[in-house]
């Protein structure tokens, strides 16, 4: 439940319900607006039975709240959240690009592709150095060697960076070298992961399954931010539907949907929707109308030689060009290029 205090409400009449919250052993969230602090309540409410904090002094009124997710419910922090990434903002009046190849393949692939979409307005590297593939006999990614390419890329450019996490072992590697932690669609209810991932202190983007509903999505994102780490960001990556068309369907609507219930961040990622490079620029510029925060876009310097998924991959001047195509998008949508 939500506590919603009165606009007036005084930090003693805050501060007495607080420490009533916290003396029956439930979790406290708080939540500051520019006129309304709303308490969020986490745990069994019933231990708040007799309590009477309706009438308590600064106390408006108080709102059950029947979704499972509580952290990630937009009723318990009414204001979108902003991400803070290195010098990056992702959130609300700016739209955050990432971009790179779906696979570190080399030390002169990811520096030449980090110079490369940073002169196009990126400001995240994205490659993979752990690669849940189909296939056990696919590329499996180079592991720690491929982060610390990462890192010589970021250091070399002032790009912040993200790798997918596939295993608390990956976590203990990559919080050495990124700046922030990618869970995979594969991995999105793998829960033990989520919490290690919520334990390590750095930023999570959240991708969606395969097949997950909008609230099973969501109650993934709560087990990162119930072990302490309230900086997450969705990413929409396409769901499994019966069109072969692509290799997944997008879902747009995913980000209304989302605006609507939840204040974290909300993401796209039209190369791994699609799996076609032809698609991405329509359903990049379809996803800002939309109102998604940002972009996650696969470039590679040579898409017909990579490691993994070339066919969806831009090259460079595909992907300077797509950027440029962007940035009118984004200026009437309100947002710059963060």
Known sequence: MI????????QEAIDRVTQVIQDNDLQVHLSRGHEVTIIGVVGDKTRLKGKNLEIADGVDKIVAVTESYKLANKK????Q?????GNT??????LTIMAGPCAVESREQMMET??????AGASFLRGGAYKPRTSPYSFQGLEETGLQYMKEAREATGLNVICEVTSEHAIERAVRYVDMLQIGARNMQNFELLKEAGKSGLPVLLKRGLSATIDEWLNAA???????????VLCERGIRTYETSTRNTLDISAVP?????????????????TGVRAYVAPLAKAAIAAGADGLMIEVHPDPAHALSDGPQSLTFDQFEDLTAQLRPYSSLAGRSFS
């Open 76 to 79: 318990f922090h009414p204001e």
């Open 257 to 273: 949907v989302l605006r609507s219930r939840t204040h974290l961040p909300v993401i796209l990622d039209p190369s791994h929707a």
């Open 81 to 85: 959240s902003v991400i803070q990434v």
């Open 3 to 10: 506590i919603i205090m009165k606009p007036n409400a005084s």
């Open 222 to 232: 709560e087990y990162i931010m119930s072990e302490g780490n309230e900086h997450v």
């Open 114 to 119: 980090a110079f490369a979409v940073k002169k």
């Open 89 to 94: 903002s992702i959130g609300p009046g700016s």
